[in-house]
């Protein structure tokens, strides 16, 4: 019975994707971390905007090219936090660049000198994705979104609570009759 296979299946893998979000959301909040909504496409197609990135504070002196932080004023110029990769370590601290643009945050004007440990904020540890468009919906929609993602989840968890034995009768039973009916 394909069917029922392929809904267990779905029902699980549900299960397992909200046990993960739950998971990820704890450990941030347990880790100490930070979060923040992605705005913008400079970072595509690495960060698409409305991911919620999570944030861990790193010593500044372990960043790496290749790491992805965050900073804030006074490096960026537009008095908004930045979230970008760091393309070069230097004395004076990290350049910067997004992943879909074709020059450094210094040139662009985005940074006014390279990222130093004042402006620095955290490297980017995780990221969810889309989970923050949720949040940008209209009048209360992601409420309602929420509830009813909440909703699915309890059902899917608890709904049937049949004994295994009762279940699989259960299911058995109209095979058997179409069987016989055929």
Known sequence: MPGVSSVKL?????????????FIVAFAYLELTYTRRVD???????????????????????????DIIVYNPPCSL????VIHRVVEVTGNGVITQGDNNNYTDVEGHIAGGPVTPDCYVGKVVFVVPYIE???????????VIAALLLAAVI???FGDSRPAQERHEAQATPTANATRDS
């Not at 970072?43 to 090219?65: A, N, Y």
């Not at 537009?78 to 936090?81: D, F, K, V």
């Not at 468009?133 to 409420?143: K, M, Q, T, W």
């Open 40 to 66: 913008g496409t400079s970072m595509l197609p690495t960060l698409e905007e409305g991911d919620l990135v999570v944030i861990q504070t790193v010593p500044f002196s372990d960043l790496h090219v290749g």
């Open 133 to 143: 468009r949720i949040a940008a919906l209209p009048d209360g929609a992601n409420y």
């Open 78 to 81: 537009s008095g908004e936090s």
């Open 10 to 22: 779905s029902r699980r893998s549900t299960l397992y994707l909200a046990a993960f979000v739950i």
């Open 155 to 157: 059902y899917l968890w």
